[in-house]
């Protein structure tokens, strides 16, 4: 689906309210820079050279956590990057008299969304234009514009509340996360892999259903705590490592996993050999070989050179979640070759965000080495599943 750009419009003097996702690391009171304020910084830059004046609205962190703070310091940061009149407004200050007073090309960077009684309130787009703060913001805009395909998955007031009151277009980042995820869309029947590993248990379940079903992939190569669960699905018992499934309640997703299994058993192909930890060394054993005393850190070489084999057979790949315990370096070689292999492979190559994104720089590689590095987390996931994004859905088309 075409959605209508922010830059199909004539900006100059108008008043453009831009969703962010500026959400960053907090390391004893510092906001980390990241990928994400670089991106959104380049659209603010752009926004502000058409002669818009721009209002950035962005979250950081969640109530009750260390990382819940005011977005000042971000503020400081995108004014570095893009040397531009720019202002720091909180929302007790008259932030409506603030945005009145803007001129052409001025930039207001808006505080913490999540400060605002009602913005993660469940709520219709409908009725979050009726929250007091929504209504006096979309008295003064011209065009929202969503930036952060990150945010779309939560139908919160500043992702949402705006349609009733101006167009809703796209933002570069955005879109390119979008164009970049059309790969996944087009009608050939092969060619298509998924690389899926990591912890997120519930989320991973859900993605691969969803792509399995949609067509978005052809086949799919499981490592990590991920693979595990479809080797116990497939009847293996991990010996150590069962009580830890048992303690998280990830067996009652077993069923599920042995059902994938069952419908998909010529497109999953599943560790052959696992990396152990045995006295803070590492151990390869074969599947067949479980159950064991020692816990699984890594896939093993065997499983390794077949993802590495099925990569070099794709034209499109999207790898999300690590392969193992990558952090220790002994069990980040399943992790580190497979990304090795798809930054040096001639496929369309799509990178989840988190813990994706800190491997690949932890091995010395870096996002240009792939087609396209997501900033988004579960959003990406609920996208490629095919559940629809309450914040796309508002968006206007071509």
């Known amino acids: 689906m075409k959605y209508k750009s922010v830059f199909d419009f004539d900006l100059k003097g108008k008043t453009v309210f831009m969703r962010t996702d500026l959400n960053s690391s907090v390391v004893e009171g510092r906001v980390v820079i990241s990928s994400r304020l670089r991106e959104h910084s380049k659209t603010i830059y752009a926004l502000s050279e058409e002669g818009a004046k721009v209002v950035v609205l962005s979250h950081q962190g969640r109530p009750s956590e260390k990382g819940f703070i005011s977005l000042k310091r971000h503020s400081d940061h995108i004014r570095k ?9 909180k929302w007790e200050d008259d932030f409506e008299k603030e945005i009145k007073s803007l001129k052409d090309g001025e930039v207001i960077i808006l505080d913490n969304t999540r400060f605002l009684k009602d913005e993660q309130t469940k709520k219709t787009p409908e009725e979050h234009a009726k929250d007091e703060t929504i209504k006096k913001l979309g008295a003064l805009g011209n065009l929202f514009v969503q930036d952060a395909l990150s945010v779309c998955h939560r139908p919160h007031a500043t992702v949402v509340g705006f349609k009733k009151y101006m167009p809703c277009v796209v933002g570069p980042v955005l879109e390119k996360e979008l164009e970049a995820l059309e790969k996944l869309e087009d009608g050939t029947s ?24 949609n067509g978005r992939t052809n086949k799919v190569c499981i490592g990590g705590l991920f693979g595990e669960l479809f080797i116990k ?11 830890f499934f048992t303690e998280k309640g990830f067996d009652e997703l077993v069923p599920k996993a042995k ?9 999953i192909i ?7 930890e045995d006295n803070k060394k590492r151990k390869e054993i074969k599947v067949e070989e479980l159950p064991s005393d020692l816990n699984p850190m890594d896939i093993g070489t065997e499983t390794t050179e077949t993802f590495k084999k099925e990569i070099r057979a794709s034209k499109v790949v999207v790898f999300n979640g690590p392969m193992g315990v990558y952090e220790k370096e002994k069990f980040s ?13 001639r496929c369309y190559s799509i990178i989840g965000g988190g813990d994706t994104e800190r491997a690949l ?14 900033l988004a987390g579960k959003a990406l996931l609920q996208y490629l599943s095919g559940i629809p994004l309450a914040g796309l859905e508002i968006l206007e088309t071509n």
């Open 190 to 213: 092969n060619g298509k892999l998924l690389i899926l590993g990591g912890s997120k248990l519930k989320d991973s379940i859900k993605l691969l259903k969803g792509m399995l079903e």
């Open 270 to 276: 599943l560790p052959q050999d696992l990396g152990m």
């Open 333 to 345: 070689v399943g992790t580190k070759k497979v990304m090795e292999a798809l930054a040096f492979h």
């Open 81 to 89: 990057f893009i040397d531009k009149p720019l202002k720091f407004v």
């Open 233 to 243: 699905a497939n009847g293996i018992n991990f010996g150590a490592k069962d009580s």
């Open 361 to 374: 720089t932890s091995f010395g590689l870096v996002p240009q080495d792939f087609s396209h590095v997501s």
């Open 259 to 267: 059902e994938l299994l069952d419908k998909y058993s010529d497109k």
